[in-house]
């Protein structure tokens, strides 16, 4: 069936924000995102990723609900709804609640208020979520504001101020509750208030008391039509022909039925989540679909004397609901199932995925990655099948799992129609578990479901399952291990040899995809481990006189981390009282656009609206590494409907080449491609859609080329590099590596980084029709560059190239060099097709194409004196930059000037090389090379704490620069507010008192373990070269007195506009409201320096300053003679005395400079100072972590607006905190990225906010090198993030200790709980499979030359010779250790039965020695 049939497609009846769609040719392949973006122009609803990961597009349905007769809202992914699944529906978006021109709703306004907003893309998902949580919860608790905000995620904010907005909705405000050792939160900002009393400290950024009042009862209501609609009107099947694409929605069950067995292959389509991203990622295809949604059979719940039906189609949020309000009602010990389901229920996915996704759909199609299917299969659930041939049946997931791999659950004409989940039974125990690369809307890595009982009054299992997701291609039942464990008492010894059976038979090849494949080994047995110490645990409940000593044991298993609400605290500096107040300077003003960001009514890029005959641009790449071009076919992409035409090399009337800094690069790849994802050519078509269909049609034939070089490693063994090298040298190192106490060697590898700005990059080039002139419309924070390359490639002068920037959702660096190569592609199309060209990349291939943070690898060698002094240093550090040079050699040279971070070491060698390698051109981030080359540097202090015995902390001291000292190039510095900073953060977050905390946790706790760590900051501002400082504004007064202000700088959301309006307002004496801004051009303000390094505001505020002073000058007389006079009397006095209302200012730029071949220079014009103290918590088993606490102290002199400033600092931090501890590129050994979505690369969600997070803003402190005073303040905090880091290091170096491995160890970069688990060695790595590196190809090869796979076994060897003369050991440091242990020594043969405490102390005194002495020494008594 198709469009082709003569059949009508029905009308598609739905509500758009209280208006009535009828859409008479509904495309089943059209999902609601663009049918609201393009059909109906409501761009409030933003695209981030088109899969369901990051919440862009979160928009509010309403259903009536025939089963339970009632309304319900529930937000959800406009990305992933076909449009088609809308019968019926209301969908409120964004623009629906409110509005600039109306009403704004106080969702809105309180985001916006609450400075909730930077680059304003994610807002409106967030506002969407908050208000769907609204509709059901006007009063709601804190879990359930964490809960609705899972699913969204924001690049900028750091999510601390959303979090607030959201707070000021509950009824009562929780606290943490935490009062270890010191003050609870609420407890906090009092404190701070009473110890800063006469400083005039500020902690509010916002007012509540200017919020408008929440009432529920004001909202939308449902359509009384569709309701009407939804009770009258006889349900009948609907069918929808789209272009390619049939959608059928049957209403009963028998129907169903008939359809499943007329197209066997249609899906059923629910929530669309496991079905939409496989059309939008791999290309799948459905002729026809059927959606079962209406079908009632299918929606219904039914409680029986076994336990709970549920229908297939029931969304996994009411299943949520159903068993939160079951377990509280019933009694827990027939609940166990249900609660085990919860707990992955609750952070499966976000609540959007939730809302939507079907029960039937998780079981039948997450067939590898479902959370449920191992608890399911475990506790013996039933399937409840049907299908019209062969009537009904019943399938248990158990069996189905037990009876082999890859088995499809249904035949091709069957249907799930319900599911039967049993009541537990006494004594029986159920654990569910899983591990993923983020807490929550991540796919777990491993997952496992594990159900006992034991006989009656005994420890001896009767009956054992386990089954484990994420491990093979299905949910794998450990079938043989648990049939092996009937009749084994639940003790030590079943435990080691449950191990070796559950390893022996879930064995995971070393090349399976995902990787991970020790880790995951690990988690096996791992999982298993807690499994058994909770059965203990709950035998000694039941039993509490036979396992008297495991409640003590008990402490030490980790629970599941939750999530809380983080409490938060913001100090800053007063303005002078004296101060007037219309000045804004130094005042928390809200974002500019914050509340257009919040209504949706900021446009971006892709916000402008189409033009008749308007094409779009979908790019064609290279899927080969380094590879000749043979031949492009194009036929079969022109055949296809709506295409244009394709622009290759060819059609470039200009040059193909261009330069970044100095090395050339060109647009299109000619001959010959260096990377996969490097553009070939581009289709263009009448419509999205078609663009990108045609362009997977482009067939390319290329001829393998050598060497492909993608790692670190390989650039190296091919001298593989770009020039020059860079070093800089101070001292005599090689003469004071001779006079020191002890010399230590390492290497650290720090991954790369996505931008993952929430925009992806996009441009509109417009061809204006005469002289060539061309607007090009684009997220770009260099416009000049893209002008520029736009000139070049057209062959025309820059004059004729308009580039405009209205605002940018988000940039980091992504977005200085990569848009002009997107924008000179798009505008050769423009070019060529004369027409209006649009080109909007989708996630996946902005993640492939453009390039991101370099990975660095940085090799180290330090000479000190045991008393902590650091007399030498060299370093080598080496950084992956790609097929490119881009700015990869600046890059470098900023990591190696600012690699002392806080540190004078008075002997210092570094030296910098940037690796050609053929991945995609890596580029500018956030921080420009010095969190990679800090990170080294805090790495080598912490060794250096380790040799010496000394604390990190007190190395840093050691070590910190004192007054009078200068860099390594020998600029000078004053290190009195870095020391400020430090010494207050050290008091603010009660180091010693903490860490004292801290060390008593963790000898309390055997599998859990504490970490802490305090790190300062010094960071340089400023470009070495004088001229990239420079900057430039435009400003007019018009008559009316209005006052448009244009200047060099992009708005990033780092709040740039909103500044520089502060500065007019003080210069010019007026106030805000008299002043514009409105977008930045190369028509206003030419040859503009890129928005970046931090300095936007600096520079472009003094070019600002200097217009407004220029006219205030003019306008001075004026003024004096009529003093009385308003601003616009003045104005017009002015006018009519033909004084120019217009004018420019320019800042030349900072005097800076650098000789590298002298080594020496004044790069940078002054420095920010700042410290972070982080404590977190790891569970050594799964190697999760949770961020406790993090307190930081930031130096940004006199703040020009401290919630932009605050906000800044929170989200460099977050983003920081991302880049050292979770967020991980992945690569092929092809060089094809995987990560190409928020699916695959998880940034820090809500979920990883530390509990408790402050931020201070350092009082009084000054700065005369930049406007009023202030300091940077965009990039500095991003590296602070490593406090994190550090403090996870900190923790798994106490784990370790505990195991008895002492020393120094490489922690590589990010601590993902990957690297966490397999770093607290133990049994349990120990016991797992290592294969031989050359035994097998891996699925993902380290571009940062990570030594992990390599490394491990090395220290497993090391305590295998501890662990292994004695068996009883293991029992003893177990968590589960009987009373009285006997201890069998090897040797002597010895036996000896100790209380357990004291046997410990003595092995673990005996176990550090045989590690320091080596294995000529065994153990005795
Ligand atoms: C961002 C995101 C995060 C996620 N996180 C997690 C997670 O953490 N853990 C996890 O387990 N899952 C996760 N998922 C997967 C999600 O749970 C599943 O995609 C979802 O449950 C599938 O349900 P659906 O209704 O959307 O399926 P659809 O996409 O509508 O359909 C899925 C498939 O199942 C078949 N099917 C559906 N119902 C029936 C039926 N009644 N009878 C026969 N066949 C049927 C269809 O034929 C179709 O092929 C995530 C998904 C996304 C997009
Ligand atoms: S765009 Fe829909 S979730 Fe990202
Ligand atoms: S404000 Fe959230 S992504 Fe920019």
Redesign the pocket.
Same mark, same amino acid.
């Given at each position: 069936m198709s469009s082709s049939t003569t059949a009508r497609s029905d009308e598609l009846i739905f509500f758009v924000n209280g208006r009535k769609i009828i859409e008479k040719n509904a495309d089943p392949e059209r999902m609601l995102l663009s049918y609201l973006r393009k059909r109906l122009h409501l761009t409030g609803t933003k695209y981030g990723c088109g899969?369901? @990961?990051c919440g862009a597009c979160t928009v509010m349905i309403s259903t009536y609900e025939p089963f339970s007769k009632k309304i319900q809202h529930c937000s959800a992914n406009a990305c992933?709804i076909p449009i088609c699944c809308l019968y019926g529906a209301a969908v409120t978006t964004v623009e629906g609640i409110g509005s600039v021109k109306s009403r704004i709703h106080p969702v809105q306004e309180r985001i916006a208020k609450c400075h909730g907003s930077q680059c304003g893309f994610c807002t409106p998902g967030m506002v969407m979520s908050i208000y769907a949580l609204l509709r059901n919860h006007p009063e709601p608790t804190m879990e359930q504001i964490s809960e609705a905000l899972a699913g969204n995620l924001c690049r900028c904010t750091g999510y601390r101020p959303i979090i607030d907005a959201c707070k000021t909705f509950c009824k009562d405000l929780d606290c943490c509750k935490i009062r270890e050792n010191e003050n609870c939160c609420l407890d906090l900002k009092e404190n701070l208030l009473l110890s800063e009393k006469g400083k005039e400290i500020c902690t509010k950024l916002f007012a509540t008391d200017e919020f408008q009042p929440w009432d529920s009862t004001q909202e939308l209501i449902f359509p009384p039509k569709l309701l009407l609609m939804a009770k009258e009107q006889r349900k009948r099947t609907l069918v929808f022909y789209g272009e390619r694409t049939t959608w059928i929605s049957p209403v009963s069950l028998k129907e169903l039925l008939e359809l499943k067995a007329k197209y066997p292959k249609a899906? #059923?389509?629910? @929530?669309?989540?496991?079905?939409?991203?496989e059309i939008k990622c791999k290309g799948v295809f459905h002729p026809v679909i059927i959606s079962?949604i209406r079908v009632l059979e299918?929606n219904f719940l039914n409680f029986t004397s076994n336990g709970l039906t549920l229908g &297939? &189609?029931c969304s996994?949020s009411l299943v949520k609901d159903i068993l939160t309000s079951t377990v509280s009602e019933i009694p827990e010990e027939k609940t166990k199932v249900f609660r085990a389901l919860l707990q992955q229920l609750k952070?499966?996915? @976000?609540q959007q %995925?939730r809302n %939507? &996704?079907?029960?039937? @759909?998780?079981i %039948?199609?997450?067939h590898t990655?479902?959370?449920?299917n191992p608890i399911l299969a475990v506790s013996n659930s039933l399937l409840n099948l049907a299908s019209l041939a062969g009537g009904t049946r019943q399938i248990s997931l158990n069996e189905h799992f037990s009876s082999g791999f890859g088995k499809a659950i #249904?035949k091709p004409e069957?249907?799930?129609?319900s599911l039967s989940i049993p009541y537990s039974k006494t004594g029986e125990f159920v654990a569910a578990f899983r591990q993923?690369q983020r807490r929550e809307?991540?796919?777990?890595i491993v997952n496992a479901g594990m159900r006992l009982i034991l006989d009656p009054g005994t420890d001896i299992i009767m009956d054992f399952g386990i089954f484990y997701g994420n491990v093979a291609s299905t949910t794998v039942c450990a079938k043989k291990s648990c049939q092996a464990l009937i009749g084994r008492c639940w003790n030590e010894q079943m435990l080691e040899e449950a191990c070796k059976l559950l390893l022996e038979e879930v064995s995971i090849p070393g090349s399976a995809p995902g990787g991970k494949v020790e880790y995951k080994r690990t988690l096996i047995v791992s999982f298993f481990f807690k499994f058994y110490l909770e059965v203990l645990q709950g035998l000694k409940l039941m039993y509490p006189h036979r396992y008297c000593d495991t409640i003590e044991k008990r402490k030490s298993i980790p629970d599941v981390f939750h999530n809380k609400i983080p409490q938060s605290s913001q100090i800053y500096q007063a303005v002078d009282p004296e101060q007037l107040s219309q000045d804004p300077v130094g005042r928390p003003l809200m974002h500019l656009a914050g509340i257009k960001h919040a209504t949706g009514e900021a446009i971006y890029c892709d916000d402008i609206r189409a033009v008749e005959e308007e094409l779009f641009l979908a790019i064609v790449t290279s899927s080969r590494p380094h590879a000749k071009i043979i031949s492009i076919d194009l036929s079969d992409a022109l055949k296809l409907p709506g295409v244009i035409d394709v622009i290759t090399v060819q059609d470039i009337p200009g040059t193909n080449e261009f330069c970044c800094i100095n090395e050339p690069e060109s647009v299109f790849a000619n001959h010959k491609v260096i990377c996969v994802g490097q553009i070939i050519c581009a289709v263009v078509a009448d419509t999205d859609v078609h663009a990108k269909r045609a362009a997977v049609k482009v067939k390319i034939t290329y001829e393998a080329l050598e060497p492909v070089i993608l790692t670190i490693e390989e650039a190296i063994k091919n001298n593989s590099f770009y020039d020059p090298e860079r070093k800089l040298e101070q001292g005599n190192v090689d003469e004071a590596f001779e006079t020191v106490d002890q010399i230590l060697e390492g290497e650290i590898h720090i991954g790369g980084q996505e931008h993952f700005y929430m925009e992806t990059q996009s441009v509109l080039v417009v061809p204006k029709g005469e002289d060539k002139e061309m607007d090009v419309y684009v997220s770009s924070q260099h416009p000049t560059f893209t002008q520029e390359l736009v000139a070049s490639v057209l062959n025309v002068p820059s004059s004729r190239i308009m580039c405009h920037v209205k605002r940018v959702g988000g940039g980091f660096g992504g977005k200085v060099t990569k848009p002009a190569i997107l924008a000179a592609v798009t505008a050769v199309a423009a070019n060529k097709t004369g027409r209006v060209v649009r080109c909007i990349l989708d996630r996946g291939d902005d993640m492939l194409i453009t390039g991101g943070r370099h990975p660095f690898l940085g090799k180290y060698r330090v000479g000190f004196m045991n008393d902590g002094r650091i007399m030498a240093l060299d370093v080598r550090y080496y950084s992956n930059g790609g097929c490119t040079a881009d700015e990869s050699i600046v890059i470098m040279e900023t990591a190696l000037l600012r690699m002392d971070n806080a540190y004078m070491i008075p002997n210092l060698r570094c030296w910098g090389k940037v690796c050609k390698t053929n991945l995609p051109s890596n580029t500018a981030f956030r921080g420009f090379g010095f969190p990679q080359s800090a990170l080294v540097t805090e790495s080598w202090i912490t060794d250096v704490a380790i040799k010496t015995g000394l604390s990190p902390e007190k190395i840093r001291e050691i070590n910190m620069y004192k007054k009078g000292n200068q860099t390594h190039y020998k600029q000078d510095l004053d290190p009195n507010n870095l020391v400020k900073c430090w010494n207050e953060c050290m008091e603010k977050s009660s180091y010693y008192i903490r860490k004292t905390a801290v060390d008593k946790f963790n000898k309390q706790n055997y599998w859990k373990k504490k970490g802490i760590a305090i790190i300062p900051l010094k960071y340089s501002i400023g470009f070495e070269a004088m001229f990239l400082n420079q900057a430039a504004a435009l400003v007019h007064i018009y008559m009316d007195g209005s006052v448009l202000v244009t200047h060099g700088g992009v708005e990033l959301g780092q709040g740039i506009h909103t500044k520089i309006m502060q500065v007019a307002s003080r210069e010019l004496k007026i106030p805000t409201s008299f002043i514009h801004i409105c977008e930045t051009s190369t028509v206003t303000v030419p040859n503009t320096r890129p928005t970046a390094a931090s300095i936007g505001t600096d520079i472009n505020g003094m070019a600002v300053k200097n217009a407004c002073q220029t006219l205030l000058k003019r306008l001075q007389p004026i003024m004096d003679k009529n003093p009385e006079g308003t601003w616009k009397d003045w104005v017009t006095g002015a006018f009519r005395q033909s004084i120019s209302l217009s004018a420019t200012g320019f800042f030349r730029g900072y005097d800076t400079n650098m000789n590298w071949d002298k080594g020496e220079g004044r790069p940078f014009e002054y420095f920010v100072y700042g410290a972070a103290c982080s404590e977190v918590e790891i569970d050594c088993l799964t190697g999760d972590h949770k961020n406790i606490r993090t307190d930081i102290i930031m130096d940004v002199g006199c703040s020009l607006n401290p919630a932009v400033d605050i906000g800044q600092i929170e989200g460099a931090f977050v983003q920081g905190l991302g880049l050292y501890t979770m967020e991980e590129l992945k690569y092929s050994p092809e060089g094809v990225l995987y990560t190409r979505g928020p699916?695959q690369y998880k940034i820090p969600a809500v979920c990883d906010i530390p509990e408790q997070f402050s931020v201070s803003l350092l009082s009084s402190s000054q700065n005369p090198n930049a406007i009023y005073s202030s300091k940077a303040v965009g990039e500095p905090a991003l590296f602070l993030g490593c406090s994190v880091f550090f403090a996870i290091k900190d923790a798994v170096a106490a784990a370790r200790q505990e195991r008895g491995i002492t020393g120094t160890f490489t922690f590589h970069s990010p601590s993902t709980a990957e690297r966490i688990r397999m770093a607290c060695v133990d049994q349990f790595t120990k016991m797992i499979p290592w294969d031989e590196p050359e035994s097998y190809v891996p699925w993902a090869v380290p571009v940062d030359q990570s030594l992990l796979s390599q490394q491990i076994p090395q220290e497993q060897e090391r305590f295998q010779y501890a662990m292994d003369p004695q068996t009883d050991l293991k029992r003893v440091l177990s968590a589960a250790t009987p009373p009285n242990t006997l201890i069998i020594f090897p040797e002597g043969q010895e036996r000896s039965s100790l209380k357990q405490e004291q046997v410990c102390q003595t092995l673990l005194t005996l176990w550090a020695g045989v590690c320091d002495m080596g294995p000529a020494h065994g153990l005795d008594e």
């Open positions: 899969t369901g @990961g992933l899906p #059923l389509v629910v @929530g669309n989540t496991s079905v939409g991203p079962p299918l &297939a &189609a996994l952070t499966l996915g @976000g %995925i %939507i &996704a079907s029960l039937g @759909g998780n %039948i199609k997450q990655t479902s959370d449920l #249904l069957e249907i799930l129609v993923a809307n991540a796919l777990s699916d």
